[in-house]
């Protein structure tokens, strides 16, 4: 039993844990066949014991063929690393389609929502450096979710990933133990997710957002001077005449629709004005270019705007009411703040 200490570590700790434990259990052992001795005797008797088998342990050590990986060649599902981290930056999120590791499952107690409804929300980013967009510190928690309508109730089981936000559908209605709910509309746990977790959610697919104050959509509207002119010009170009943030929104989508733009994994290097050379040079991109540009060109014309981050779909089993979601699904998308329909609506430039 103490042995299989390895099996997860090799460490160090571990090592010298699984020592002491041995000595112990010897200890123990050479007690139940004398128990009239003294205990201290019996304790050296075992330390003996660990100490000449030292040397042979030594030779093991020295000859003992390598094996990859842990002491039994096992891959541990705690090591599991999602492929978010709260940096977003070009070419982040296409290099997570060639991983097919699960991401989570979820199963659902009643029908399976449609694709288009299908969006797990997990991080957002606010923060845009010039090259690369950043998740905020420090954001406030909210007592209880939005108000919504339809509802759907799920479980999810998900995989360790090292950090502490959870996967829901857009939008939360409740907020499991031990989690926060923050306002940005994402879920977090309270520890670091080392170990398979599992919640039960409840998501309002039809939703109301909270009104926000102006110094909070000051913030996303937000650019550092001196990138991506080009892209400038052209949002305040396309949304000329244009009275509301959702006519604005639909003329720049309807830009990246137009047939100019190619959805594709192998994309070439941008230069210090990333959203310049995607738009104006090599048009090809995958989710996070054409969002964090979209982004990009609402803030441009003073229309908040973020980028949020998750997973879109899953695959669904044909004998059971739950879907598989991999890194591979993995998804970036943007909101826009319009405050004559409802608040922060969902906009996907990939989609169009």
């Known amino acids: 039993i103490v042995i299989t200490s390895l099996f997860v570590s090799e460490t160090l700790v571990i090592t010298l844990y699984m020592f002491f434990s041995v000595?112990?259990?010897?200890?123990?052992?050479?007690?139940?066949?004398?128990?009239?001795?003294r205990f201290k005797n019996q304790l050296a008797l075992s330390a003996r014991m660990m100490a000449q088998a030292i040397p042979l342990m030594i030779v093991l050590f020295l000859l003992f063929p390598r094996i990859q990986g842990s002491l039994f060649g096992l891959s541990i599902s705690g090591s599991a690393k999602s492929g978010f981290s709260n940096r977003l930056a070009p070419g982040g999120v296409a290099r997570l389609v060639k991983d097919n590791a699960v991401a989570f499952r979820a199963e659902f107690d009643d029908d399976i929502p449609e694709t288009s409804s299908l969006y797990w929300r997990g991080i957002v980013f606010q923060n845009f450096d010039g090259r690369a967009w950043h998740a905020a510190a420090n954001i406030p928690t909210r007592s209880r979710p939005p108000a919504g309508k339809r509802p759907v109730t799920y479980t999810i089981a998900l995989e360790p990933h090292q950090e502490k936000w959870m996967f829901v559908l857009e939008m939360p209605a409740i907020t499991p133990p031990r989690t926060d709910f923050f306002s940005d509309y994402t879920l977090q746990a309270r520890r670091t997710i080392k170990q398979p977790f599992r919640y039960k959610m409840t998501s309002n697919t039809q939703y109301l957002s909270w009104p926000e104050s102006s110094q909070t959509l000051d913030?996303?509207?937000?650019?550092?001077?001196?990138?991506?002119?080009?892209?400038?010009?052209?949002?305040?170009?396309?949304?000329?005449?244009?009275?509301?943030?959702?006519?604005?929104?639909?003329?720049?989508?309807?830009?990246?629709?137009?047939?100019?733009?190619?959805?594709?994994?192998?994309?070439?290097?941008?230069?210090?004005?990333?959203?310049?050379?995607?738009?104006?040079?090599?048009?090809?991109?995958?989710?996070?270019?054409?969002?964090?540009?979209?982004?990009?060109?609402?803030?441009?014309?003073?229309?908040?705007?973020?980028?949020?981050?998750?997973?879109?779909?899953?695959?669904?089993?044909?004998?059971?009411?739950?879907?598989?979601?991999?890194?591979?699904?993995?998804?970036?998308?943007?909101?826009?703040?319009?405050?004559?329909?409802?608040?922060?609506?969902?906009?996907?430039?990939?989609?169009?």
């Open 219 to 352: 913030a996303f509207t937000r650019l550092p001077q001196g990138y991506n002119p080009k892209a400038r010009d052209l949002a305040a170009k396309l949304t000329k005449n244009t009275k509301t943030s959702l006519q604005k929104a639909e003329r720049i989508l309807d830009f990246f629709g137009s047939g100019a733009f190619e959805y594709q994994l192998k994309i070439p290097t941008l230069g210090k004005n990333s959203v310049d050379d995607f738009i104006f040079q090599s048009q090809k991109g995958y989710c996070e270019h054409f969002a964090t540009a979209f982004v990009f060109m609402m803030r441009a014309i003073d229309v908040p705007a973020r980028v949020v981050g998750g997973y879109q779909g899953g695959k669904r089993n044909p004998f059971a009411n739950y879907l598989i979601v991999r890194q591979s699904d993995a998804h970036v998308w943007a909101e826009i703040w319009a405050s004559d329909h409802d608040g922060w609506l969902r906009m996907d430039p990939t989609a169009a």
């Open 23 to 37: 000595m112990i259990t010897t200890a123990v052992l050479i007690r139940i066949n004398d128990p009239g001795g």
